[in-house]
């Protein structure tokens, strides 16, 4: 009978011909060492530099993937893989693949994502720019930690393992670098076993630049965290937003606010109104945003999301977005009639507009509810 394979080393590969017959010798001293029956999978995404040939050579398990990117590579690999656990990492001899031991023991105790952490194993020199040590990786892993919860040190380590089944339950979507990102955000939202171990990060041996691109693909991790992070991008700003605008409003409209000399008045009512009303307009994108997401599988369905639909329908938004509707109409009536007593001659700037403004902002967000239960209903159809 052939034995089950416990291990899968897969590494992605563009051109690495330089370094991937170490890795690959590496890899295969390490399942040797180790009395690991494993696999050594070879994701190619199309090089032209001879990697194929050495691939196969050294005896690994070669897997063309025709989709570009750093994720569609892996995502090729791990899918072609046969073994239980996973340990996947680049082919360009900065991490050490005879040292693997840790993260397969971290599996086998049960864990289901076990991250490398370069910044507690070394960081050699002139192995990680300055940029990427001293401010990409700190400042997106804490964003991620902040964001999400996760308590990780290194966001960014290419050198991690995890079990195929919690592969099949993270759903992936993304092709390029932030791929990476992914993997750790999905585990924590699909309440996965998450830990970490120490790992060293050397120099690569390559002399061409590597594929990273320090601010495109930052940015593309950054977008993405923010991105299945909604309460971050628009929730938290909007509450800010509208409380800050809701406060100096209600002020304005009973008098004006005199602070050392300066009066702040029918002006500053506007500009604060406005405030509240860009701050409901970030509610009402986190709302869409959060049900894009989980209705295209993006993000996982929570009971607070089962509980929001149970809540929130088309006759309950229509009848609360008409009612604030009304009452910016009633309101603009009594703009008008004030307007009337003065037998619609000139009128008092700063007395009228107190009682326009709140009128036409209440109009708009009046109608603005009743468009979002409008869409809210038709992003929701699928649930129906």
């Not at 034995?3 to 080393?9: H, T, V, Y």
């Not at 996965?192 to 061409?208: A, M, Q």
Request: proline residues 3%; hydrophobic residues 45%.
């Amino acid at each position: 009978m052939e034995k089950q394979i416990e291990l899968s080393i897969v590494m992605p590969c563009l051109n690495e011909a330089e370094t991937l017959e170490i890795c690959i010798q590496k890899a295969q001293k390490f399942l040797t060492n180790h009395n690991v029956e494993g696999e050594i999978i070879i994701a190619d995404n199309g090089s032209i530099d001879g990697s194929q040939l050495i691939a196969e050579a050294n005896g690994a398990k070669l897997i063309k993937v025709f989709e570009k990117g750093y994720g569609s590579a892996l995502k090729g690999g791990i899918e072609a893989a046969n073994g239980r656990y996973i340990i996947m990492a680049d082919a360009d001899d900065s991490y050490d693949f005879t040292a693997l031991k840790p993260f397969l023991d971290r599996l086998r105790e049960g864990n289901d994502l076990v991250m490398g952490n370069r910044f507690k194993g070394g960081i050699k020199a002139g192995a990680m720019p300055f940029l990427h040590k001293y401010l990409g990786n700190p400042v997106l892993s804490f964003l991620g930690r902040l964001f999400f919860r996760i308590d990780i040190g290194d966001f960014h380590c290419g050198l991690r393992g995890f079990s195929k089944e919690a592969y099949q339950q993270m759903n992936l979507k993304t092709t390029g670098m932030e791929f990476a990102s992914e993997m750790i955000v999905k585990s924590k939202l699909k309440n996965l076993k998450i830990t970490e171990v120490p790992t060293t990060l050397s120099p690569d041996g390559r002399s061409r630049k590597p594929h990273l691109k320090t601010w495109s693909d930052g940015w593309r991790h950054l977008r993405f965290l923010l991105l299945y992070a909604p309460n971050w991008l628009f929730l938290y700003p909007a509450i800010v937003m509208m409380l800050f605008g809701l406060s100096i409003s209600g002020v304005l409209i009973m008098q004006p606010i005199h602070i050392n000399g300066l009066i702040f008045d029918i002006h500053t009512l506007l500009y604060s109104s406005s405030l509240f009303f860009i701050g409901f307009q970030f509610i009402v994108f986190y709302g869409l945003t959060k049900i894009y997401a989980v209705e295209n599988d993006l993000l996982p369905m929570s009971d607070r999301y089962s509980r929001l639909f149970r809540l929130i329908n088309l006759e309950k938004g229509l009848i609360v977005g008409g009612i604030i509707l009304i009452l910016g109409l009633i309101l603009s009536f009594y703009s008008l009639n004030i307007w009337k007593e003065s037998e619609f001659g000139n009128l008092q700037p700063t007395e009228v507009f107190r009682v326009i403004i709140p009128s036409v902002f209440t109009i708009l967000i009046g109608i603005q509810i009743i468009l979002f239960s409008f869409f809210f209903s038709i992003l929701g159809l699928k649930r129906s």
